[in-house]
């Protein structure tokens, strides 16, 4: 009898004594799961090449659970109502996705816990590329994974093979096994998803959520509807019973770079609708309740025709515009509806050639501008060189577009000083009640001049013009602790109302980049609380926090 801890897959195999001529189009196998306390559930199967099959599944439950095959082939007899046991034990490990389990939505709908409620602050880092030959199992993928979770990340968004900044089959995207799909599109490349499990498996064994995008957008035409969704089938079989998290697709209506403008318009259309017919598949076969999203070109729920679908939103916030653009972007997604949580899955890329240059300070004060002002529900780093796996020998090169983005390596760019300043932010997070804060709209006075339209702001930012900032830019509020957490990034007096917070309180300037905390003299008058933050922080740079607490409380 198979055996397994909790919240661990466990592998089941069946041979098929039939032999298909197109086994991954042609033939479905489902395995349906009893638990002890007769949960049911009707987990797929996947091809793994010649006449093999296999099921995987986990649980939370310990003890005893059978399973029964059904095949669309009923006459298989080896492969439809077959019979089996699985026995699941008590987990005693430290991996908080076994000792807590995968992750999902809180009960407030605005931020992320583990399946037994557990806090989760979703702290990603991007390796769309992470699955090709360039980033090197086990040496580079392992030395990547252990510097990312030493950092502080927790989870991990890759691409299953179908890359972004590519046509189908470019030699960049290759892995030792080839391909993920052969070039007839008839089926996909077994080998090259064996060969795809080590990596995913090694990011659960280290404690981080492999966050799964399908496919870039533009590629479901190029495959067509039917593959695409087959291709869904496969990964949700194959590694559902991990704590995974599903993302449809990456820019999901974004179509083909060298569309033409008026091809582009039909294309999004068409994107939008058959992307939603494929999260729609997705949710159907989500036997473990993994959380699903899409990762848009501005929004995850513009993206879709359903927005119920999603469990999440995920936005682009871009890697250009100024801070206040990343606040007011993470405020649209807290005030629409559905409510649901929000992440931006793609922000600033700190080193990525763009003109200027993108910082750790601007990586930095996205993270902050963003994660406050969405509910602190987490955020999603990239770092120029990882993403898209550069090495010395082998940079990624130009865009279909054109456009390089430059050719750090990744060894070197996953020492870049904002991805430990931002695990720095997840470990000074996690003293307070994260997980309690809701977003604060700063009192902005005049508001500041930012042009809705990005290629406008991108304009005028290669023009040299900076928006002015509202001080403090974000700011959150754990009401029932009386707990206000703001971010500035200038160096100018303000004040914050805290007729709110019970006193008698106090205060503490934290560093952002170290998060060492510096004294901070109450100033109240009228309800209000004045401030000026320090000059400079330990980078030389005029971004702050500001906490404001009772005097019972830990930090300061």
């Known amino acids: 009898m198979p055996s397994t801890h909790q919240n661990k897959a466990v592998e089941i195999r069946f041979q098929s004594s039939v032999t298909y001529p197109a086994p991954f189009r042609d033939l479905q196998l489902d395995v349906v799961f009893v638990s002890p306390g007769q949960r049911v559930i009707a987990v797929p199967a996947f091809w793994a090449g010649g006449d093999t099959w296999c099921v995987r599944y986990a649980s939370a439950e310990t003890g005893i659970h059978t399973f029964t095959t059904r095949c669309s082939d009923a006459g298989n007899a080896s492969l439809h109502g077959q019979d089996g046991t699985v026995e699941v034990t008590a987990y005693q490990g430290d991996n908080p996705l076994y000792r807590h389990g995968g992750i999902r939505v809180a009960e407030d709908r605005r931020h992320f816990c583990h399946a037994d409620g557990t806090p989760f602050f979703w702290l990603g880092d991007t390796w769309w590329m992470g699955l090709c030959g360039r980033l090197s199992w086990p040496d580079d993928f392992q030395a990547l994974a252990s510097n990312r979770k030493e950092r502080g990340f927790n989870l991990i968004q890759l691409v299953a093979g179908l890359y972004p900044d590519m046509p189908l089959f470019d030699e960049r995207g290759r892995s030792a096994s080839g391909f993920a799909w052969e070039t007839d599109l008839g089926r996909i490349n077994p080998a090259f998803f064996d060969e795809a499990d080590q990596r995913i498996f090694h990011l659960v064994e280290q404690g981080l959520v492999p966050c799964i995008l399908g496919a870039w957008g533009y590629y479901l035409p190029m495959i067509g509807l039917a593959n695409m969704q087959r291709h869904w089938r496969h990964l949700i079989a194959r590694w559902g019973a991990l704590p995974v998290v599903w993302v449809a697709a990456g820019e999901q209506t974004m179509p083909w770079y060298l569309e033409g403008h008026l091809q582009k318009d039909a294309s999004r259309a068409r994107l939008r609708t058959e992307w939603t017919e494929v999260i729609r598949e997705m949710r159907r076969l989500n036997a473990f309740d993994r959380l699903i999203s899409t990762h848009p070109a501005t929004s995850a729920r513009e993206s879709v025709t359903d927005a119920a679908l999603l469990d999440f939103e995920m936005q682009q916030t871009g890697h250009g515009q100024p801070t206040l653009h990343h606040a007011r972007r993470a405020q649209e997604g807290w005030s629409a509806e559905p409510v649901m949580p929000v992440i931006s899955g793609e922000s600033r890329y700190e080193a990525l ?25 987490g955020h999603t780093y990239g770092a120029n060189g990882i993403w898209q796996v550069n090495t010395e020998q082998r940079p990624f090169g130009p865009s279909p577009s054109g456009s ?55 304009l005028l930012l290669k023009l040299g013009w900076r928006p002015t900032s509202p001080a403090p830019i974000a700011m959150g509020m754990a009401e029932a602790r009386s707990i206000v957490l703001a971010y500035a990034i200038e160096s100018r007096d303000f004040s914050l109302d805290v007729r709110r917070l019970r006193g008698p309180l106090k205060g503490c300037w934290v560093d952002p980049t170290s998060f060492d905390t510096h004294p901070l003299r109450l100033d109240l008058r009228g309800g209000r609380l004045h401030v000026k933050p320090p000059a400079r922080n330990a980078a030389g740079d005029s971004d702050w926090l500001l906490l404001v607490q009772p005097v019972s409380d830990g930090l300061a």
């Open 353 to 377: 050639d763009i003109n200027p240059t993108v910082t750790a300070r601007d990586a930095r004060e996205a993270f902050w501008a963003h994660a406050l002002s969405s509910g602190l529900a």
């Open 404 to 458: 390089c983005w430059g050719n750090l390596p990744w060894a070197q760019a996953m020492q870049l000083p904002g991805a430990r300043q931002i695990g720095l932010a997840r470990s000074f997070l996690v003293t307070l009640p994260w997980h309690e804060f809701v977003p604060l709209r700063p009192a902005e006075g005049r508001k500041p001049f930012l042009p809705r339209s990005r290629r406008l702001q991108r």
